[in-house]
């Protein structure tokens, strides 16, 4: 096919543009054939390009060599025509497209390239592709309506949030991509120095020690729209590289870093055409644990209740509860009456280990049967209404009591994780109902927006694989100054996962929505002991701390200010504001759940001369 070039022709509008006050213009489209059909004489057009489709029409009797031409034009084949806008008749309007009111007459084509065949058109709302070949073929998949939506609206929101911190006078700075490792606890990707054989930089799991670099250096107040990249184990909707909004200020309280996420946030919302209530509620993590059973608590459903008062003692030792630990209720609105085997399958919502840890009864009948007083106590403390559904939640009774602790403080945080293994198991099972039943209480539907900083989170978390203490934030977190002397004594008992380290709570914050976690921050430790101490707590002697953190720990001696911040992801929160049902439809060139690029077909072995170069040897 002969092709034509662009030459110095310019476009006048986008095929989205035109409306019936544009009737009588000579204007200039450009795009990808959407759609092509053939009436004999008439050919019709509808173009295609970001902003939209216009319908052209190649009339045979004007101009039979053009009509000729345009016969073997073919799906997504690019064409630039100039031609008359002209309104449609009453009974070819088509109310559906933005355009419908207007057609195109061609006076003049440029066929400028021609397309194979492609797997899927881009124009065929209704096709289902298959994912795999969406992404093998991005730069198609990318030509789809919804994709557009979706990139602009990533755009619109990403310029909100850049021009309302600009506005509050953060600067926007770039860090470094290849540095060396930032712990936020995933494994690191690694880039082999050839300078340095041997040598590897990390990419970074955020920019966090840079950030608070910044700080030191007297920034005040730093933002970046920031690639983190993390090596974890795969998950359903994860991305290996992902992008977050990071900041951080000198000399902030946490209400300081609140007010301007969520003024940011408002302003990203309010780009997508939504209002959100402000100031966001807060909870302590503590709370949160009791009431939701989960530290991104969900809060369109109802909190779980602690009903244990409501029972006489023989009342729980005849449904073998263990009693020292907590009871509770979670009520579920609307279910309506359950049949007996609807309420069998809500066992396969435990697993085995789950099982172990709780037991739940969701036969209120047989329970008031049993125990009227009791029951309605029950309903009246959770505020239950006629065809919610009610479940109790407790511990099994053991058949032998553990031996009590000789240290009452030991015995006391014993007894604090075990209540946690509830409260969490049944934040569990909470979630699990609220699933199950979201078609029936119908809180998951609409645009409830329910916001939620939820904050005092342990500083540390036991990890029973290593046997050790680990960070549950990131270890540059501060501490509540109350508690230095916990992390003292704490520091002594390393490997007892009764230690006092696991009461101390941090400086550090998330913010949730509807029970997703959307970014998390702390103010940080800015004097050196502290730091020091903290690494001494997560278990690195002095020499690794030197090896590891060396220059950060010197750094932090030369007039460190107060500092905080936060980081939020962006991906997630465009994909909510996009109601899009995955990260990979906010996202140009995503990765797939297996950390592989389909269309660049990455990662892929490299030759042996570059392995060479770099001094690497892979086994085969
Ligand atoms: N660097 C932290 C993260 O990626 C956020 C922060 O503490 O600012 O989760």
């Not at 289902?128 to 991005?138: A, G």
């Not at 992902?242 to 309280?253: G, S």
């Not at 779980?304 to 907590?326: C, E, G, R, W």
Request: glycine residues 6%.
């Amino acid at each position: 096919m002969q092709l034509d070039f662009l030459g110095d022709l310019k476009r006048t509008h986008r095929c989205g543009d035109l409306r019936a006050s544009d009737a009588g213009a000579t204007i200039t489209l450009m795009g990808w054939v959407n759609r092509r059909r053939d009436h004999g004489n008439l050919i019709f057009i509808d173009l295609r390009d970001r902003s939209g489709i216009t319908q052209i029409v190649f009339d045979k009797e004007r101009n039979p060599e053009m009509h000729a031409r345009v016969e073997s034009v073919r799906n997504e084949y690019v064409l630039a025509v100039t031609g008359k806008v002209e309104p449609r008749s009453e009974h070819t309007r088509n109310p559906k497209m933005d355009t419908g009111d207007i057609e195109i007459i061609a006076v003049e084509l440029k066929l400028l390239n021609e397309s194979k065949v492609p797997p899927f058109f881009p124009g065929d709302a209704n096709v289902n592709v298959n994912e795999e070949v969406r992404l093998k073929y991005r730069y198609l998949d990318l030509r789809r309506p919804e994709m557009h939506a979706n990139i602009e609206m990533r755009h619109r929101v990403t310029l909100a949030i850049r021009n309302y911190l600009a506005g509050q006078e953060f600067y926007e700075i770039e860090t470094p991509i290849m540095t060396r490792s930032t712990p936020e606890g995933a494994r690191d990707y690694l880039v082999p120095s050839r300078v340095h054989p041997g040598e590897f930089y990390a990419l970074p799991q955020s920019p966090q020690i840079f950030k608070q670099l910044l700080m030191i250096g007297g920034l005040d107040r730093y933002f970046q729209i920031a690639r983190c990249f993390r090596d974890e184990d795969l998950r359903a909707d994860r991305q290996p590289e992902f992008t977050q909004i990071d900041l951080e200020l000198a000399f902030p309280t946490e209400e300081t870093i609140h007010d301007v996420v969520e003024g940011f946030l408002d302003a990203a919302f309010t780009a997508a055409g939504h209002t959100i209530a402000r100031p966001f509620p807060q909870m302590p993590y503590d709370e949160a644990i009791r009431l939701y059973g989960i530290d991104k608590p969900d809060l369109r459903l109802p909190a779980m209740t602690d009903v244990k008062a409501a029972f006489p003692p023989d009342a729980l030792a005849a449904l073998s509860i263990d009693a020292s630990l907590p009871v509770v209720v979670i009520r579920t609105p609307k279910v309506g009456e359950l049949s007996r085997k609807e309420r069998d399958e809500h066992r396969i919502l435990l697993s085995e280990k789950q099982g172990k840890v709780i037991k739940f009864l969701d036969d209120f009948k047989r329970l008031e049967k049993s125990w009227p007083e009791a029951i309605a106590k029950v309903c009246e403390l959770c505020g239950a209404e006629e065809g919610d559904l009610l479940v109790l939640v407790a511990a099994p009774k053991k058949a032998d009591e553990t031996a009590a602790a000789h240290d009452e403080a030991a015995a006391k945080r014993r007894h604090q994780r075990d209540s946690f293994a509830v409260y969490t198991n049944a934040g569990q099972l909470r979630l699990a109902l609220a699933q199950r039943y979201a078609a029936r209480h119908k809180a998951f539907e609409g645009k409830d927006f329910k916001f939620l900083w939820v904050t005092d989170f342990p500083s540390f978390e036991w990890d029973e694989q290593s046997s050790t203490w680990t960070f549950a934030h990131h270890p540059f977190t501060s501490l509540h100054e109350e508690h230095m002397e916990l992390l003292n004594e704490g520091v002594k008992a390393l490997h007892d996962p009764n230690s006092a380290l696991g009461a101390i709570r941090a400086r550090a914050y998330d913010v949730v929505l509807n029970g997703t976690e959307l970014g998390s921050g702390s103010i940080r430790i800015h004097q050196q002991e502290v730091q020091a101490k903290i690494f001494e707590a997560l278990g690195m002697d002095e020499d690794e701390q030197k090896l590891r953190f060396g220059f950060f720990l010197e750094a932090l001696q030369y007039g460190t200010p107060p500092h905080g911040g936060i980081a939020l992801g962006l991906d997630r929160i465009v994909m909510i504001l996009a109601g899009a049902p995955s990260l990979r439809e906010v996202i140009a060139f995503p990765k797939t759940a297996a950390a592989t690029d389909l269309m660049m077909e990455a990662p892929t072995p490299v030759s042996d001369l570059q392995l060479k170069e770099l001094n690497i040897g892979v086994k085969k």
